[in-house]
Every structure is written in structure tokens, then in C-alpha cells.
């Protein structure tokens, strides 16, 4: 668990978030070597003070709710999630000095039980998936009214947004060449920022969904054949056009030629799924938004360095 610079308890919620928000983005951009032939950009999210991507809706969606009033020193702060927002939330709620509440089905891993543990989460858990998950949820809600604050990710448009404001600007100055930009669809915070963020700017989007096989399915990827569309996803303005399915036979090829190749850089599993799909393109200058590291992975880790 990264840790942060402390924050007096006197200061305001307000003041709180908005010093949070000199902690989060400014990640770095690498080049990777993905072939004998090919080297990509790679905007490394997992630099984010809990470690993915998922840190700037958490802390977007936390900083409009403040700002909103919705969210005070009492407010219980919850979300149903399997994935990087429940830490990124934990983290948040953890440096503002707020409870948060992460709704989730059993198979939620040690690894991420534990690091939500560690930013002070409390951990309720469903039979199911999360549709379960967040109907268990919705019950404690409505059995406590004005108790909670839901982020809600997939319904709550300052998801998307934080990828509008910061993140896309920020790549765009970084590569100021670009000619594609890679990312995953997941909540579809991610693809529907930088869609808003890339028009009409010269730079294309290219969305990597989740594999069309669902029993290779890759943690925390959507694939619309087999999952519904989150309400935030602008499919209007991300292109049908520029969405590719995740090709799961060369995943773990790919990650581990990358890990030799690059002095041990351990791609996510996302990422490589990203890559599966960016390493065909001919484009000139192309960057892959890597969401996190491999290392929130046991797993992955050791099949890909073992």
C-alpha cells in the first residue's frame, strides 16, 4: 500500500479532496518494446497512489460529491465492486478520514481483500456476481436512508469525466505525436473520457474490449457480446468501428516477451490484453493506457516470471 502525505484532521473534506488531487495523474509515459520490430508509448496508471487508473473517477466522483454536499464527515461511502475502484474508493475515503463500504461477490481476491483492508474498507460480500453484489447493496441503502453516499460507478457521469479533463489532456501533452491511443472498456469511464477528449483532434481511439471466449475471460474487461452495455458508455462516440475483442492465445506470450525484454516491467493483465490488439497496428505513434501493474496479480506474476 503506497502511502501519501498526511492530512491535518482539522482541514475541511474540501480542502481534503483537493489536496488528493495534486497526488493523482502526472504518471509517466515509457517506451516499451513489444517485438523485435515494435516499440509502443505506455502511460503507466498503476503510478497512482493505490495503484491504478481507477484512482481519478474515485477521487473525481468524490470530489463533485463533496462539492455537491452530498458527501459530509458522517456520510458512509459505498460502492459495488470487484475491481480497481473499490481501492481507488478505499484510498480516497481513507485520506478524507471517511468509511467506505466495498460490496462484492466472494470471489474477490486475497490480494485485493487485503489492500482494501489496509485503507480501512469494510468488506461485505454476496452469493452471485455483482449484479448480486449491488442488489445487496441497494438493501442497505434503502434500509438506511441518508446514511450513504453509492459512487456508482457505471451510472455516474464524473466517472468518465475525470478521463475528459485530466487524463486525455495530460497523455495529449506527453505525446503530443500520438496517432493512436489504446484503452480498455471495463465501466466504460475510461474509452467514453477519451473519446469526448480525442475529437476531432487527429488522434484515434482504439477500445479493447474483453475476449468474445468469457471462459478466458480477463478480470475487470467487458465484452458486449456476453455482458450488458454500462449506462455511462457513449458507443456513439467511442465508434463500434474502433472496438477490437482481446485475443486470449498470445496474452501470456506477449507479457512474458515484454518482462524479458524490458528489465523485468510487468504488464497487467489488462494491459496485455490491450496489446494483444495494439501490436497489429501500423501506426507510427501509438499509446497504450496501461490501467495498472502485474504486481496486484499473484497469480499472473508468477506464471509470466516463473
Given at each position: 500500500?503506497?502511502?501519501?502525505?498526511?492530512?491535518?484532521?482539522?482541514?475541511?473534506?474540501?480542502?481534503?479532496?483537493?489536496?488528493?488531487?495534486?497526488?493523482?495523474?502526472?504518471?509517466?509515459?515509457?517506451?516499451?518494446?513489444?517485438?523485435?520490430?515494435?516499440?509502443?508509448?505506455?502511460?503507466?496508471?498503476?503510478?497512482?497512489?493505490?495503484?491504478?487508473?481507477?484512482?481519478?473517477?474515485?477521487?473525481?466522483m468524490m470530489?463533485?460529491?463533496?462539492?455537491?454536499?452530498?458527501?459530509?464527515?458522517?456520510?458512509?461511502?459505498?460502492?459495488?465492486?470487484?475491481g480497481?475502484?473499490?481501492?481507488g474508493?478505499?484510498?480516497?475515503?481513507?485520506?478524507?478520514?471517511?468509511?467506505y463500504?466495498?460490496?462484492?461477490?466472494?470471489?474477490?481476491?486475497?490480494?485485493?481483500?487485503?489492500?482494501?483492508?489496509?485503507?480501512?474498507?469494510?468488506?461485505?460480500?454476496?452469493?452471485?456476481?455483482?449484479d448480486?453484489?449491488?442488489?445487496?447493496?441497494?438493501?442497505?441503502?434503502?434500509?438506511?436512508?441518508?446514511?450513504?453516499?453509492?459512487?456508482?460507478?457505471?451510472?455516474?457521469?464524473?466517472?468518465?469525466k475525470?478521463?475528459?479533463?485530466?487524463?486525455?489532456?495530460?497523455?495529449?501533452?506527453?505525446v503530443?505525436?500520438?496517432?493512436?491511443?489504446?484503452?480498455a472498456?471495463?465501466?466504460?469511464?475510461?474509452?467514453?473520457?477519451?473519446?469526448?477528449?480525442?475529437?476531432?483532434?487527429?488522434?484515434?481511439?482504439?477500445?479493447?474490449?474483453n475476449?468474445?471466449?468469457?471462459?478466458?475471460?480477463?478480470?475487470?474487461?467487458?465484452?458486449?457480446?456476453?455482458?450488458?452495455?454500462?449506462?455511462?458508455?457513449?458507443?456513439?462516440?467511442?465508434?463500434?468501428?474502433?472496438?477490437?475483442?482481446?485475443?486470449?492465445?498470445?496474452?501470456?506470450?506477449?507479457?512474458?516477451?515484454?518482462?524479458?525484454?524490458?528489465?523485468?516491467?510487468?504488464?497487467?493483465?489488462?494491459?496485455?490484453?490491450?496489446?494483444?490488439?495494439?501490436?497489429?497496428?501500423?501506426?507510427?505513434?501509438?499509446?497504450?493506457?496501461?490501467?495498472?501493474?502485474?504486481?496486484?496479480?499473484?497469480?499472473?506474476?508468477?506464471?509470466?516470471?516463473g
Amino acid at each position: 500500500m503506497l502511502k501519501t502525505t498526511p492530512i491535518a484532521k482539522s482541514s475541511s473534506l474540501v480542502d481534503k479532496v483537493t489536496h488528493l488531487a495534486s497526488l493523482v495523474g502526472n504518471t509517466p509515459v515509457r517506451t516499451l518494446r513489444v517485438n523485435d520490430q515494435k516499440s509502443i508509448y505506455l502511460k503507466e496508471e498503476g503510478q497512482n497512489p493505490a495503484g491504478s487508473i481507477k484512482d481519478r473517477p474515485a477521487l473525481n466522483m468524490m470530489l463533485r460529491a463533496i462539492e455537491a454536499g452530498l458527501v459530509t464527515p458522517d456520510t458512509v461511502v459505498a460502492e459495488s465492486t470487484s475491481g480497481n475502484t473499490g481501492i481507488g474508493m478505499a484510498w480516497v475515503c481513507s485520506e478524507l478520514g471517511l468509511e467506505y463500504h466495498n460490496y462484492s461477490p466472494m470471489t474477490l481476491s486475497e490480494r485485493k481483500q487485503s489492500i482494501l483492508r489496509g485503507y480501512g474498507a469494510k468488506l461485505f460480500f454476496s452469493d452471485g456476481g455483482t449484479d448480486e453484489a449491488t442488489k445487496l447493496l441497494k438493501s442497505r441503502i434503502d434500509a438506511n436512508p441518508g446514511m450513504y453516499f453509492w459512487a456508482s460507478q457505471f451510472t455516474n457521469e464524473n466517472n468518465w469525466k475525470a478521463h475528459l479533463e485530466n487524463t486525455a489532456p495530460e497523455l495529449m501533452r506527453q505525446v503530443p505525436d500520438a496517432d493512436e491511443v489504446w484503452v480498455a472498456f471495463g465501466s466504460g469511464g475510461t474509452s467514453t473520457g477519451f473519446a469526448h477528449a480525442l475529437h476531432n483532434t487527429g488522434i484515434d481511439l482504439r477500445v479493447v474490449q474483453n475476449t468474445l471466449e468469457r471462459a478466458k475471460r480477463v478480470e475487470g474487461m467487458r465484452n458486449l457480446a456476453w455482458i450488458s452495455k454500462p449506462p455511462i458508455a457513449d458507443l456513439d462516440a467511442i465508434g463500434p468501428e474502433n472496438m477490437y475483442d482481446t485475443d486470449p492465445e498470445p496474452l501470456i506470450e506477449l507479457a512474458r516477451w515484454v518482462y524479458e525484454n524490458n528489465d523485468g516491467f510487468l504488464l497487467g493483465t489488462t494491459t496485455a490484453a490491450i496489446m494483444t490488439q495494439a501490436i497489429k497496428s501500423e501506426a507510427p505513434n501509438l499509446v497504450v493506457v496501461s490501467p495498472d501493474n502485474g504486481d496486484r496479480y499473484p497469480d499472473w506474476q508468477a506464471t509470466v516470471t516463473g
